[in-house]
């Protein structure tokens, strides 16, 4: 993402999801070759195989419009149900598989062996997980760093509003976004560190590196982090959104705090460790309750209900998004708060389907095709 100045603060989105069996909307155990030949055909760079067979990733070319990424965010899923319909196959987006387990999935005996995977053991195989990312491109190493510990207060309002991982091996797990809980049974996830530098940051990716625990910057897997290939801030916290206006006006958010901060530099300037703590508390605030809960705030000593931490940043970005060209996407988050994430479609659709049929699987079936179609729209 190289050529704009500081202020394009161009937008690139990248989306996991599951690949499917069309008819019973199982995860596969193994991804034909040539159905991946066939996806990369049509999807070009835009798309890669994820470390587990049942998933794929696409990814947007850089945009300074939340328009221009959502035609192409748009277009890479139509193209992507277009290819897997010819194959018999489906995809889903979403943070989980409502019925896909871990344990049933193969891979070939050199991934097995590879030293990542050696490294990981059991939490690197549950990790049958799909999220969103959100690249902001911001040139100055600096300035990243910056912004990524001035953002720490906000990254719970993203796991909030993109919950989509109500389910996990056929079970309601009681939280409306259980992806982030199974992933942060790996290492160096979770909320990134206080880093008062870029140079400090480097200092600790070059101790790891250096000791041989990572082969680089992208082994680091924070709900935030500086990329290792791309001058961006990349946001790693939402759940795969299964309908793409949700993924926009998140995405769309982001950008518009990235640039709220970057041209506020005196905002969240004294974040400290307590500030820190109360973000992790949050963010399981935002796993457990999703939309529906309320975030710890530190300085009025109350419990903010998530809409209204919601509507109150939509006003305190508004010119950003002004600027940036991302109002409409902006106002989308209100849409969100109203009719609910991707998650409570999900529980609403499993407990019509099972309590129609007194069949606790026909509730399930319910959510994937529910899933499937919303996906590919």
């Known amino acids: 993402m190289s050529g704009a100045s500081t202020d394009d603060y161009r937008i690139g989105i990248e989306e996991e999801y599951f ?4 008819t019973s909307k199982s995860t596969l155990r193994r991804m034909p070759t040539a159905y991946m030949g066939a996806v990369r055909e049509a999807l070009g760079p835009g798309v890669s195989g994820e470390r587990l067979h049942a998933q ?3 990814m947007t070319r850089p945009h300074r419009s939340a328009a221009e990424a959502r035609r192409e965010l748009h277009g890479l899923r139509r193209s992507l149900a ?3 319909a010819g194959f018999d196959l489906a995809f889903i987006a979403a943070g989980t598989h409502p019925t896909a387990s871990w344990q049933s999935g193969k891979r070939p005996q050199a991934q097995r062996d590879d030293g990542l995977m050696h ?5 690197g195989e549950r990790n049958l997980l799909c999220g969103m990312h959100v690249h902001v491109e911001l040139p100055d190493a600096d300035q990243r760093i910056d912004v990524m510990r001035r ?3 906000y990254l719970p309002v993203f796991v ?3 919950t989509s991982s109500p389910f996990w091996e056929s079970r309601r797990t009681g939280l409306m976004g259980y992806r982030l809980a199974a992933y942060d049974e790996l290492p160096r996830t979770g909320l990134p560190e206080l880093f008062e530098s870029a140079r400090d940051y480097q200092d600790y990716i070059d101790a790891l590196v250096a000791a041989r625990a990572i082969r680089d910057s992208s082994y680091v897997w924070w709900t935030i982090r500086p990329s290792e290939k791309q001058p961006t801030l990349e946001l790693r916290a939402p759940d ?11 995405a769309a958010l982001y950008r518009a705090l990235v640039r709220h901060l970057v041209r506020n530099p005196k905002l969240n300037a004294g974040v400290d460790a307590v500030d820190r703590a109360i973000a992790v508390e949050n963010k399981w605030r935002a796993q457990r309750y999703g939309i529906h809960g309320s975030f710890v705030d530190r300085h009025t000593r109350e419990a903010v209900p998530v809409a209204q931490a919601v509507d109150g940043l939509i006003d305190q970005l508004t010119d950003d998004a002004d600027a940036l060209g991302g109002r409409a996407e902006l106002e989308h988050l209100r ?3 109203s009719g609910g994430t991707s998650a409570d479609v999900q529980i609403a659709v499993y407990q019509e389907a099972a309590h129609r049929t007194g069949n606790r699987n026909e509730g399930l079936g319910a959510v994937k095709t529910w899933l499937t179609h919303a996906s590919a729209q």
Not at 119 to 123: C, F, I, R, Y
């Open 119 to 123: 490294d990981l053991q059991m939490p």
């Open 56 to 58: 794929i990733e696409v």
């Open 19 to 22: 690949i499917v069996e069309k």
């Open 82 to 84: 277009e290819v897997s």
């Open 151 to 153: 953002i720490l207060p």
């Open 335 to 337: 849409t969100i708060i």
């Open 240 to 250: 795969s959104c299964t309908r793409v206006e949700d993924a926009v006006a998140i």
């Open 160 to 162: 909030a509003l993109s």
